[in-house]
């Protein structure tokens, strides 16, 4: 990670004195920065450890950590903190981790060895009977567990030159953005905001703000207090932050409520998902300086981003100068340049980068180079008339809703396509349906959703009905509700 080093060293040589991390009332100068990453390290190295895992809030620690590990080559798996104790043993198992260095340990989560106190960090060591595949951690920096739309959590691997590759294109493309204070509202084991948020910033010269998640208010993985959010981001009158499209919906909500909302910003990436073409445009609409971007884990979080200079509505940006895209016959993107060294235990991983990946995702670039999503190849819907439809599309337009939290559409080899909503407090049937009704009408016929199902709880990580990154997981969502939907068609049909 020579490139993060070097760039750490600069900034403690030439401005020592500069803020260079912020919580709270807390500050770490870059002179400091430097100095207990190198503490850190020097502590670790006796322990010759190849695989190790973080598992704490996003705080200071977290990064000095993140980074004492990847200056000693040791491989870093970030944990998630919603993750399930099911999903964090195996992935203490998958990878044969041999430490964890945390804040506080839980013995459930842990099969513990032994713990040893390195500040304010404790490094919580591991009886494992998997033990670390030295042949294939040999040129792998950070593995990135997604838990994606079905199964265990998978690890993907990234090297050093995936990193540093993607982080100097991001760099360059927000280099006259204005940017001098970025806020950390995603977890940081998430790979987007480990990457734009931690590594970008330091390369820039920039200061990272990072905060306990409870106190912008993720009281949990489905639970978020809007005004204890704004209240944070104008404590810390941050220049840029990374939303998912959940987030983008707040901080339009907000917005409207108060227009001094949200006036330090210079430049928010919205990610994670499809966001409604309606909702980025009443972002702009209120000033909110929002931009869609595009990536995935396999391809080092980010493949393309709109930007206040080359922005164009609907798209999610053009392809940054890190890799290539390319659209195949059938219409999904094919993804090449900085790509994973692969998936944990596959056999070729390690020979060599992968050449491609198949995102899964459908769409087209225009003429002038600006990437469109259009839906997911295996989320891709087929009525019983033969329809294609993608679920995404009507996710996104229904979503903007205040009266809607989350929803979900299915009705793959049905007559017409019906949505499990989650709606806000306090919503009722009655409200629902009449939503409904004025959506359809600006919906093609074999569009429109004639059924719903009100959701027995919110979609959320603790349940397996969303991902790490805030994508619902249909499948688990569609067994979860498959009797309830059956008798939905069966009314219907009997009506």
């Given at each position: 990670m020579n490139f993060l080093f070097n760039a750490l060293t600069e900034r403690a040589l030439n401005r020592g004195q500069e803020k260079a991390i912020t919580s709270g009332k807390l500050s770490v100068d870059n002179a400091s920065l430097l100095n207990r990453v190198d503490r850190l390290a020097t502590e670790l190295s006796a322990f010759h450890f190849q695989c190790i895992a973080l598992y704490m809030d996003n705080c200071i620690d977290w990064i000095i950590a993140d980074l004492a590990a990847m200056k000693?080559?040791?491989?870093?798996?970030?944990?998630?903190?919603?993750?399930?104790?099911?999903?964090?043993?195996?992935?203490?198992?998958?990878?044969g981790i041999e430490a964890v260095l945390c804040q506080e340990f839980d013995?459930?989560?842990?099969?513990?060895?032994?713990?040893?106190?390195?500040?304010?960090?404790?490094?919580?060591?591991?009886?494992?009977?998997?033990?670390?595949?030295?042949?294939?951690?040999n040129k792998v920096a950070k593995i990135t567990y997604t838990s994606g739309s079905t199964g265990q959590p998978k690890g993907v691997c990234l090297s050093v030159n995936n990193i540093e590759n993607v982080c100097l294109a991001l760099a360059n493309t927000l280099a006259d953005q204005g940017i001098k204070?970025?806020?950390?509202?995603?977890?940081?084991?998430?790979?987007?905001?480990?990457?734009?948020?931690?590594?970008?910033p330091l390369i820039m010269g920039n200061c990272i703000q990072v905060e306990p998640l409870s106190e912008l208010g993720f009281q949990q993985s489905?639970?978020?207090?809007?005004?204890?959010?704004?209240?944070?981001?104008?404590?810390?009158?941050?220049?840029?932050?990374?939303?998912?499209?959940q987030l983008l919906k707040s901080v339009i909500q907000l917005k409207q409520a108060n227009p001094n909302y949200f006036n330090s910003l210079k430049f928010a990436a919205v990610g994670g998902g499809k966001s409604a073409q309606s909702a980025l445009e009443q972002a702009h609409q209120l000033g909110l300086p929002v931009y869609e971007g595009y990536g995935l884990s396999e391809c080092a979080?980010?493949?393309?981003?709109n930007t206040p200079l080359h922005n164009k509505p609907g798209s999610v940006g053009k392809v940054l100068?890190?890799?290539?895209?390319?659209?195949d016959q059938s219409g999904e993107i094919i993804v090449s340049g900085q790509t994973m060294l692969g998936y944990l235990h596959q056999d070729d991983l390690n020979r060599s980068q992968q050449a491609e990946v198949h995102t899964g995702d459908l769409g087209y670039i225009d003429d002038e180079g600006y990437l469109y999503i259009s839906g997911r190849r295996k989320n891709l819907l087929v009525s019983s008339f033969g329809r294609?439809?993608?679920?995404e599309w009507v996710e996104s337009e229904l979503s903007q809703s205040p009266l809607v939290s989350q929803v979900a559409i299915f009705g793959d080899a049905k007559p017409y396509i019906s949505a499990i909503i989650t709606p806000q407090e306090n919503v009722t049937d009655g409200q629902i349906q009449t939503l409904l009704e004025t959506l359809n009408k600006n919906l093609p016929d074999y569009a429109q959703v004639k059924g719903w199902i009100r959701s027995k709880e919110a979609f959320s990580t603790q349940n397996q009905l969303l991902t790490d990154n805030g994508r619902i997981r249909r499948d688990f969502i569609l067994k979860a509700y498959e009797e309830?939907?059956?008798?939905?068609?069966?009314?219907?049909?009997?009506?």
């Open positions: 000693l080559g040791i491989t870093v798996i970030p944990i998630p903190l919603f993750f399930s104790q099911g999903q964090v043993q195996h992935l203490i198992q998958d990878a013995s459930k989560l842990f099969n513990i060895k032994d713990r040893v106190a390195l500040n304010s960090i404790q490094l919580v060591l591991l009886d494992n009977s998997q033990q670390p595949d030295i042949s294939q951690l204070r970025h806020l950390c509202i995603m977890p940081l084991a998430t790979l987007l905001e480990n990457i734009a948020g931690v590594y970008v489905s639970q978020f207090d809007a005004i204890q959010f704004a209240t944070c981001i104008e404590r810390c009158q941050p220049d840029s932050l990374i939303l998912l499209p979080a980010t493949v393309s981003l100068s890190h890799t290539q895209v390319r659209i294609n439809i993608a679920p309830a939907f059956e008798k939905l068609y069966i009314t219907a049909q009997s009506a």
